[in-house]
Every structure is written in structure tokens, then in C-alpha cells.
């Protein structure tokens, strides 16, 4: 009988879990009560033993004292196995010893110490050294050391079993330090920790955990967020419940971020323009691009929402940033942004008001687009013979670029377009590999940078092939003469 109904409770845990997790349908929230026990109930629901880190936070803590796992039962070696726990004659062994009882001097001595471990083991970042960083974090007596030591794992982006250690057992400012670790490491493991956090009296735990529950990207953390995030009184919480929000990349979720860049209140646009900068949807970046004009002041916050998108897309916008914004303050940002990017290669900016782009680098073929004067683009190759083009009455000689360039063009895969304009209708400026000195034009042009992983598949439009009548139009013309000279008066 006894089988039976654990059978049948764990069934009812497990069917519990599955719905809470992947159903599409709101949380229904009445009032405050029934908020609280909702986030009761599914932190319960959760367990953080599949950590994506494997620490042995039992081994780390007994190493300090010199704990026998065989022969004390307060360290059982296999989870399944029960014991009745006899306490130690001596509970000390298993406490961080007491402040009182270190002499000031010495206090000194091993903040500093401690401090100089978590830098090494933090350059090293090897699975020991997170080890290291780690024991530091659960064992040693200074307040100081531990909390630098949580601060340490999230700069790695690692130890979430350790921080959630450090939570249940710590205090306030070692607690406050280890929610913000876990929120830059946003493991869905802390999705229990971060449900807590939301109920914190503690502000800053709130705000963390706000924006780890949108690292998540669980359904449970969402409704959290809408129902009880974006409707707290205090702007910073709503802010940061922005920020969580636009991890999740849906677009009604975009709706409610470009509603609050609306917003009379800065925090609110502040945490709408962050939340911007989580999203993966492609009209979160022209929502940044239109927040430049509409939300000043907040030119950094864009800038660095910006950057945090990996993409062609974003280097090209960057790149226009910082040939109109005259802000000598916003272009060293910029230009750092850029420089951390290793945007490397030849870019082209229109210096004239407007530049056709064409199929093919002829001035009679098919438009593809028209680019206005200081858009930027990634210059992919450039033809090996010059030709002639009248431009506002007079013949100019250049050479075509193929470029790829933004493009709001409906269809247009990634935002991004390629096709061919006419060199004297543009500057060229290169961004140059530190490490590689000396590049030729071809090697500069092949140098891709990291944020172009995703424009292997560009506009389907850009690569039709041209039609029959278009090709042998074309034929002709390059039989004509070395040069070609078209009326191009734009």
C-alpha cells in the first residue's frame, strides 16, 4: 500500500513539473497571497541537483576541517541510504570559525591573502582553480573574501551549486553578491533561487533575480515578471523586470519594451532599451537604432545594447554611430566597441546623398536598393577593371564594390542585403588586425570578423541569377571597351 501511494505522489510531482513548465497559458494571480504561495509552490517543485557544474560541495566544505565521510554520518556516501545522525562531540569542526577569535592583525593578513588567491585562481580559471574559488567561497572566515570569491564565479560564469550553498547558509552581503553572481551566470538550475529572490525585502537581490528568471527562459519566470515585475511601484525593480523580459525573444514581449522606451520615467527607458539588447528578434535592433533620436541621454545604454548583438547587422550600425555622432565621449565608446568586437576588414560609407545598389557591377544593372548618404556596409570585393559613369553631368572613372549593407526590405534574410555600387559614390575605411600588419586590399576584404556567422544566407533576392535578356545584355556591354560609360545621373 505504502509503494502504491508513493508511486501515485510521484507521478503527481512529476505531472505537476511538465505542466508548470510548458504550458502556454498564464498564471492565474489573484492577490498577494495567492502570488506568494504560487512562487512557494514552484520553487518547491524545482531541486538544483543537476547543477551544470559537477562541484562536490560536500568535499569541499569537510576538506577545511578534516571531516571522515566513512565514519560520520552527517556526510552519507550514498544519497539513497539513510542515517540516524548523531551529532559530534565537538560541532566546531564543521563551523567557519568565529571573527572573535582571529586577532585583527592576522584578519588582515588573510583578507589579504585570500583576495590574492581568488585573483590567481580567476586568471588560471582551470576546473581546480573554480575549485579553489569555490572552497574560498563556503570555508573562509572573512566576509570580505567570500563574497570577492562569489563575485569571482560569476565573472567565470561557473559554480552555481557553490553560490546556491553560499545563499542557503551565508549572510547578507555574501548572499546580496552570490544573487548576482548567479543572475550573470543565468543557469535555469537557479530558477528555485531566483523565484525566492523576487520575494527578497533585500532591493538588489529583487533586481537579480529579475534578470535571471529572463535568463531562464522559463515559462514560470515570464509570468512572473508580467504579473508581478512590471507592476511594482519602484522603477528600478520594473526595470530590471524589463531587462529579464527580453531574454525571452517573443514579439508580443517587444510590444511591451517599446512602450516603455515611451515612458516618462528613465529607469523604465533604461531597462526597456537593456531588454532591447537581450532580444534575438531582428527589429530589436531598429528600435535601437530609433531610440538614439528618441531617448537622449541614454546614448552609452544604447550603445552598449547595441554591441551586445553579435551580428553583421549590428557592426554596420555601430559603424554609422560613429560617423554621425559627434559626441567625442559616445565615439570613444564606440570605437572601443568596435575594437572589441575585432570588426576587422574594408567598410564603405556613402558620401553622396543617395547610391544605387545593383545586381551586377554594371550602371545599367537591376536596382537592388537605394543606400542615403552615411550608411555603412562590409565591402566583400572589389572589380579588377575601372569603368566610366556620368554622374550630375560629369564622367567619372571608378571601380564597383560589392557590398553588404542593412536592409529593411521585407524578405531580406538577417537584415542584411548584398549587391554592387559604384565606387565614387563612397568613402572606404579599413579596420585593421593589430596582429596582421601590412594587408592588402583581397586580405583585408577576407578578413571576417567574429560577428558574421550568421550572413552566410543573405537576401534570396540578392543571389537570383539574372535573367537571359539581362545576361546578354550584359555580355555585350563588357565587349564593348575596357570602360563602360552609362548615364548614372542620380
Request: net charge negative; hydrophobic share 30%.
Given at each position: 500500500?505504502?509503494?502504491?501511494?508513493?508511486?501515485?505522489?510521484?507521478?503527481?510531482?512529476?505531472?505537476?513539473?511538465?505542466?508548470?513548465?510548458?504550458?502556454?497559458?498564464?498564471?492565474?494571480?489573484?492577490?498577494?497571497?495567492?502570488?506568494?504561495?504560487?512562487?512557494?509552490?514552484?520553487?518547491?517543485?524545482?531541486?538544483?541537483?543537476?547543477?551544470?557544474?559537477?562541484?562536490?560541495?560536500?568535499?569541499?566544505?569537510?576538506?577545511?576541517?578534516?571531516?571522515?565521510?566513512?565514519?560520520?554520518?552527517?556526510?552519507?556516501?550514498?544519497?539513497?541510504?539513510?542515517?540516524?545522525?548523531?551529532?559530534?562531540?565537538?560541532?566546531?569542526?564543521?563551523?567557519?570559525?568565529?571573527?572573535?577569535?582571529?586577532?585583527?592583525?592576522?584578519?588582515?593578513?588573510?583578507?589579504?591573502?585570500?583576495?590574492?588567491?581568488?585573483?590567481?585562481?580567476?586568471?588560471?580559471?582551470?576546473?581546480?582553480?573554480?575549485?579553489?574559488?569555490?572552497?574560498?567561497?563556503?570555508?573562509?572566515?572573512?566576509?570580505?573574501?567570500?563574497?570577492?570569491?562569489?563575485?569571482?564565479?560569476?565573472?567565470?560564469?561557473?559554480?552555481?551549486?557553490?553560490?546556491?550553498?553560499?545563499?542557503?547558509?551565508?549572510?547578507?552581503?555574501?548572499?546580496?553578491?552570490a544573487y548576482k553572481a548567479l543572475e550573470k551566470i543565468g543557469s535555469r538550475t537557479s530558477l528555485k533561487y531566483f523565484l525566492k529572490g523576487i520575494k527578497s525585502s533585500d532591493k538588489d537581490i529583487k533586481i537579480a533575480s529579475y534578470k535571471g528568471l529572463g535568463k531562464t527562459k522559463s515559462s514560470s519566470g515570464r509570468e512572473m515578471i508580467l504579473k508581478i515585475g512590471l507592476n511594482s511601484k519602484d522603477p528600478s525593480i520594473v526595470a530590471s523586470a524589463l531587462d529579464g523580459l527580453g531574454n525571452f525573444s517573443r514579439k508580443d514581449d517587444l510590444e511591451i519594451l517599446k512602450q516603455y522606451l515611451k515612458s516618462d520615467i528613465v529607469e523604465h527607458q533604461s531597462g526597456a532599451i537593456r531588454g532591447l539588447g537581450n532580444s534575438k528578434i531582428s527589429e530589436s535592433l531598429e528600435l535601437l537604432n530609433q531610440a538614439m533620436t528618441n531617448n537622449p541621454g541614454l546614448e552609452p545604454e544604447i550603445i552598449f545594447a547595441i554591441s551586445k548583438k553579435k551580428s553583421l547587422n549590428a557592426t554596420l550600425l555601430l559603424m554609422k554611430m560613429l560617423q554621425t555622432n559627434k559626441n567625442e565621449n559616445y565615439q570613444a565608446i564606440i570605437q572601443r566597441e568596435i575594437n572589441l568586437r575585432r570588426a576587422f576588414g574594408k567598410y564603405a560609407i556613402v558620401k553622396t546623398n543617395t547610391a544605387i545598389m545593383r545586381r551586377s557591377p554594371k550602371a545599367s544593372s537591376e536596382k537592388v536598393t537605394v543606400l542615403n548618404i552615411n550608411d555603412v556596409s562590409k565591402v566583400k570585393k572589389i572589380t579588377d577593371k575601372r569603368f566610366k559613369v556620368k554622374m550630375n553631368g560629369q564622367v567619372v572613372e571608378d571601380r564597383y564594390y560589392l557590398i553588404q549593407a542593412l536592409s529593411d526590405k521585407e524578405g531580406s534574410r538577417k537584415g542584411i542585403i548584398e549587391g554592387w555600387v559604384f565606387g565614387a559614390k563612397v568613402?572606404?575605411?579599413?579596420?585593421?588586425?593589430?596582429?596582421?600588419?601590412?594587408?592588402?586590399?583581397?586580405?583585408?576584404?577576407?578578413?571576417?570578423?567574429?560577428?558574421?556567422?550568421?550572413?552566410?544566407?543573405?537576401?534570396?533576392?540578392?543571389?537570383?541569377?539574372?535573367?537571359?535578356?539581362?545576361?546578354?545584355?550584359?555580355?555585350?556591354?563588357?565587349?564593348?571597351?575596357?570602360?563602360?560609360?552609362?548615364?548614372?545621373?542620380?
Open positions: 500500500m505504502f509503494a502504491k501511494s508513493s508511486i501515485l505522489i510521484f507521478f503527481t510531482v512529476i505531472f505537476f513539473i511538465y505542466s508548470t513548465e510548458n504550458s502556454n497559458q498564464p498564471i492565474e494571480i489573484n492577490s498577494i497571497d495567492s502570488i506568494s504561495k504560487k512562487i512557494d509552490q514552484i520553487a518547491k517543485s524545482l531541486d538544483d541537483d543537476e547543477a551544470e557544474d559537477d562541484l562536490d560541495i560536500d568535499e569541499l566544505t569537510k576538506s577545511q576541517a578534516g571531516v571522515n565521510t566513512k565514519a560520520n554520518p552527517k556526510f552519507p556516501r550514498k544519497a539513497n541510504q539513510s542515517y540516524k545522525v548523531t551529532p559530534p562531540a565537538n560541532n566546531a569542526q564543521y563551523t567557519i570559525p568565529s571573527l572573535d577569535d582571529i586577532d585583527p592583525e592576522r584578519q588582515k593578513a588573510m583578507t589579504k591573502d585570500g583576495l590574492k588567491q581568488i585573483e590567481i585562481n580567476e586568471t588560471k580559471n582551470t576546473k581546480t582553480s573554480l575549485k579553489n574559488i569555490a572552497r574560498l567561497l563556503l570555508t573562509n572566515p572573512i566576509p570580505e573574501v567570500r563574497a570577492e570569491a562569489a563575485r569571482a564565479l560569476g565573472r567565470m560564469g561557473k559554480g552555481a551549486k557553490a553560490l546556491h550553498r553560499a545563499i542557503d547558509t551565508d549572510g547578507y552581503e555574501v548572499r546580496q553578491h568613402n572606404t575605411l579599413n579596420i585593421l588586425n593589430p596582429a596582421k600588419k601590412g594587408m592588402t586590399d583581397e586580405e583585408l576584404m577576407d578578413e571576417d570578423s567574429e560577428d558574421e556567422k550568421d550572413t552566410t544566407n543573405l537576401d534570396d533576392s540578392s543571389k537570383k541569377t539574372t535573367t537571359k535578356t539581362q545576361a546578354k545584355k550584359e555580355k555585350e556591354a563588357t565587349s564593348k571597351d575596357e570602360y563602360e560609360l552609362e548615364d548614372e545621373d542620380e
